[in-house]
């Protein structure tokens, strides 16, 4: 058990719809990760976030978006959902957020566009 | 751009050792993760280089060429647990961000 948790960890939708993924990191850690992961591709970066504040971004599509608390929790919100949106989508955090530091996943949340 | 390569398969016996082998071509450079999956399931942190030379940490070492753009994996003492994808990642990017940039992985396969 990593530390960093994910809810929910299934989510069966339509296209169209939009779903939000929560993520809290692991206890002290302050800055938030999000990686997609499909079947035929690896982990894909897609936004980072320290205290609050968005520190990098990926390639994540502008029907997608993100926001990191004042609690350090993070959501990653998905709309205009497309069946190409199937995929493993991981939170990951670290310490500070800076290179080097270890980046430790969470269990991931399973999404599926019907 | 970024590239990192990695075998896609390999396939070893139990009690045996493996080597998986990484090469990267990156913009600039950081240190190099390496990170076990089991399939559906979270990537796991194994080790971290940032420095050339090996790291061992029990059963699994990391070895790392910064000149060579060129990183392997050891697993020793081969079980079956050991069956996963494995994961090489370099993080890049200087300044405040550990973005990871993450090869298609190695899915390795002990057998019996």
């Known amino acids: 058990d990593s530390g960093v948790t994910q809810t929910p960890k299934h989510l069966i939708t339509a296209t169209g719809q939009r779903v939000t993924l929560r993520c809290s990191p692991r206890?002290?850690?302050?800055?938030v990760y999000w990686y997609q992961q499909s079947l035929d591709q690896g982990l894909q970066f897609l936004i980072q976030y320290y205290n609050g504040e968005e520190r990098a971004k990926g390639n994540i599509l502008e029907r997608f978006s993100a926001q990191q608390f004042p609690d350090l929790h993070s959501e990653l919100n998905l709309s205009s959902l497309e069946l190409g949106d199937s995929a493993l989508y991981f939170c990951?955090?670290?310490?500070?957020?800076?290179?080097?530091?270890?980046?430790?996943f969470g269990e991931g949340s399973w999404l599926t566009v019907v | 751009g970024q590239n990192i390569d990695q075998p896609t398969e390999m396939t070893a016996t139990e009690g045996a050792i493996v080597q998986i082998n990484c090469t990267y071509q990156t913009s600039g450079f950081n240190g190099l993760f390496w990170y076990q999956q089991h399939a559906g399931e979270a990537p796991t942190f194994l080790s971290y280089?940032?420095?050339?030379g090996l790291e061992e940490k029990g059963r699994f070492s990391s070895f790392l060429s910064r000149s060579k753009g060129y990183s392997y994996l050891l697993l020793k003492e081969l079980q079956m647990k050991d069956s996963a994808s494995y994961l090489c990642?370099?993080?890049?990017?200087?300044?405040?961000?550990?973005?990871?940039?993450f090869g298609t992985g190695t899915l390795l396969a002990v057998q019996p």
């Open positions: 990951a955090s670290s310490g500070t957020g800076g290179p080097g530091n270890t980046i430790y």
């Open positions: 990642a370099v993080s890049p990017y200087g300044g405040a961000t550990n973005k990871l940039i």
């Open positions: 280089n940032v420095l050339d």
């Open positions: 206890s002290g850690d302050l800055s």
